[in-house]
Structures are given as structure tokens and as C-alpha cells.
């Protein structure tokens, strides 16, 4: 491939396969990196699974998607444990395929079980990669993935002591441009609210958070005195029965809108995956955020959030501690601390990840 680029002479297309799934999470950064890849020439292919969420997220970037067979390793008894080494093994294979077919110059993951066969058949190839983890301690794909990469991106400065000294490089955490140019008619328009009320925005994760969302419909009746809210609770988590209800609005799940969405929310309930608080620091949205609990995850999202509760960007609430009267008492007291977790978010210094990672992309690739 020898195309001509304006004004500079041929040069040689570079082509990267970006890698990553299971969760919003493990795609949105590499969404973040898109624009900007295309914009220096690379050509762009993207191996995911071959039902997981990123599957859906990356058509509308018109890039080529490239399905593989996907296991995990869990931390519980499952009948799936025993069948799930012979779908990574399945994906390893297809993953060479692959990348003996496209003979990318360099391989990027965001991580997600799906990436692992990816990674590993990258090194088999000699094709360089990189590696982004974006909790503060490295989760089982990306560590199973760690020996094969050149480089590990990581958002936090404490979790460069968990990573290979040579290999570990704090960049932050990609953030889609596009975010920060949402429009607040265009959201008042979607969810038909008007300006008399601040906007409570609800962030469960891409999959939807049952606890999260039982709690605020619990509590709608309540909050709606005082607040118009916005809920994102999850694919085929929508209750019917609240369609018509003035000031609550909820989806399933934005994509193209969600920028106006977060232009409008005055403050945000949310989750504390890596990604999305990196995404409110960004935009500087004032929040609560309630992690997973350790019955339900390996305790990132709690260290997440207590790394930013400490840095005074967010409130946190326990999920062991929600109640009713809790959740209350932690939304009003999200809305009479919001201009001191502004001014703490400005007083940050915000990386520019994006030109980091590319940077990286370019010294590393063949």
C-alpha cells in the first residue's frame, strides 16, 4: 500500500489492529484513539468477540471488525470453567489467522478476555504490543497478557508498582473529543425537561447495575421533587411501567447522544469503572460513585474511587452502605459540595493521554 499523502510525498500505510472487549470500558478508549489514528493514515482493523458489546460500538466507525472465540477465567464455580480453555485456545488460532493475514504494524488492547489470544498471538508474530490497563491494579487478562506486550499504558500513578519496571508508562486514560462538544438543547430535546430543575445523571455501566437501578426507582418519587434524572441502566434493564413519568428519562444505552447527555447533568451517580471517572474528571462532573463490591468483582472499582474521594474529584458511597435514606443524604450532599469537587478537578493536571499513546504507537510499531 503506497498512498499519497498532500503535500508530503508516498508513504507507507501503517495498519494497527486495536483490541478490546467484554465492557464499554474496554472499548471506549480505543473509540478515543480512532479519530486520531485515521488522521495520521493508519489503517484501522478491530478484533473483538464475537457477541460482546464491542461488537455493537464499532460499526459506526466504519472500520473492519473481526469476530474471534472468547473464554475467562472466573473466580467462581461455573460449569462454563471447563469449556472455556478450549474457546481461548479456538481464539488463539483464529487470532493468528488473523494477524498473518493482515500483518498489522502494531497491536493495541485495551484489555478484556477477548484481547489475551490476541496479545499472545501477536508476540508469536513478532508484531509489537501495547497494552493499556486503566484500573489501579492489573486485572487477570491483561497480567495473563503482560509477558507478551512492549509496553503497559496505566491511568494511575500507583499501579505503575504492580507492572514490569521496564514496561509500565503513566499516560491517563483516552477520552473521546467528542465529548466534550455535547449540546444541552439537544439533550433537553431527547429527555423533553425543561431548565427549572438540575439534571441527576445515573450511570450503571454498560451492563446495567440491578442494585443501582432498583435504589433510584425506589426513590424516584422522592427525587423528582427536586431533581430531573436521567438513568442509563442497561441493555434490557428498561421498567416500562416509568415511560411516562415528567423529569425521568431512561435508556438502555447512548452512544451518538451520550455527549449531550453529560453536557446537560449537573451531577452524576456512577459506577466507578476506571474509564467512566476518568471521562467525569474530564469533564469536570461532580459524583457519587458506588463501586462494585467485593462479593461482585475483585475490588478495582473500590480502590478506584477511594484514589479519587482522597484527590477530592468525587463523593463515594458504599455499596454495602446504600440505603434509602443513605442515597439521599449522599445526593444532597453531592449537590452542596459541587463547587468545591469542580475546583478541585480544574486544580488537576489532566494528561493528555491521546498524544502519549500515539506516541508510543509510532515509536513501537515494525
Do not use: W
Amino acid at each position: 500500500m503506497t498512498p499519497v499523502s498532500p503535500g508530503k510525498g508516498p508513504f507507507i500505510m501503517k495498519r494497527i489492529i486495536l483490541t478490546g472487549g467484554g465492557t464499554a470500558g474496554h472499548v471506549t478508549p480505543n473509540l478515543a484513539l480512532i479519530p486520531k489514528l485515521k488522521e495520521m493514515g493508519y489503517d484501522i482493523h478491530y478484533i473483538g468477540s464475537y457477541q460482546g458489546i464491542e461488537k455493537e460500538l464499532i460499526p459506526p466507525f466504519n472500520i473492519p471488525y473481526h469476530g474471534i472465540s472468547s473464554g475467562k477465567l472466573r473466580r467462581y464455580f461455573s460449569i462454563q470453567n471447563f469449556t472455556d480453555p478450549f474457546r481461548v485456545l479456538k481464539g488463539f488460532i483464529e487470532a493468528r489467522k488473523l494477524i498473518k493475514k493482515l500483518k498489522p504494524d502494531l497491536i493495541f488492547s485495551k484489555g478484556g478476555f477477548v484481547t489475551v489470544p490476541v496479545v499472545v498471538a501477536a508476540k508469536a508474530h513478532k508484531v509489537p504490543a501495547l497494552i493499556h490497563e486503566s484500573d489501579m491494579t492489573p486485572g487477570l487478562a491483561n497480567k495473563l497478557a503482560f509477558p507478551s506486550a512492549v509496553k503497559i499504558c496505566c491511568n494511575f500513578p500507583e499501579t505503575l508498582k504492580h507492572l514490569p519496571k521496564d514496561k509500565g508508562v503513566l499516560t491517563g486514560s483516552p477520552v473521546r473529543e467528542e465529548l466534550f462538544l455535547g449540546s444541552k438543547k439537544v439533550a433537553l430535546d431527547l429527555c423533553n425537561f425543561t431548565t427549572d430543575k438540575p439534571v441527576l445523571l445515573i450511570l450503571g455501566g454498560s451492563l446495567g447495575s440491578v442494585v443501582i437501578n432498583d435504589a433510584i426507582r425506589k426513590l424516584l418519587p422522592t427525587l423528582l421533587e427536586k431533581y430531573q434524572v436521567i438513568h442509563i441502566c442497561g441493555k434490557n434493564k428498561l421498567d416500562s411501567s416509568l415511560r411516562a413519568i415528567d423529569g425521568y428519562a431512561q435508556f438502555e444505552y447512548l452512544q451518538e447522544e451520550f455527549k449531550d447527555i453529560m453536557a446537560l447533568a449537573d451531577f452524576v451517580l456512577s459506577r466507578a469503572g476506571a474509564n467512566t471517572i476518568c471521562e467525569l474528571l474530564a469533564l469536570r462532573k461532580p459524583s457519587l460513585l458506588i463501586p462494585l463490591s467485593l462479593k461482585a468483582s475483585r475490588g478495582d472499582q473500590i480502590l478506584n474511587a477511594k484514589s479519587f474521594e482522597k484527590q477530592g474529584f468525587s463523593l463515594v458511597l458504599k455499596e454495602e452502605d446504600l440505603t434509602d435514606s443513605s442515597l439521599l443524604e449522599s445526593i444532597q450532599s453531592l449537590q452542596e459540595n459541587r463547587d468545591t469537587l469542580i475546583e478541585n478537578m480544574n486544580a488537576s493536571s489532566q494528561q493528555d493521554a491521546i498524544h502519549i499513546i500515539l506516541k508510543l504507537i509510532q515509536e513501537h510499531q515494525k
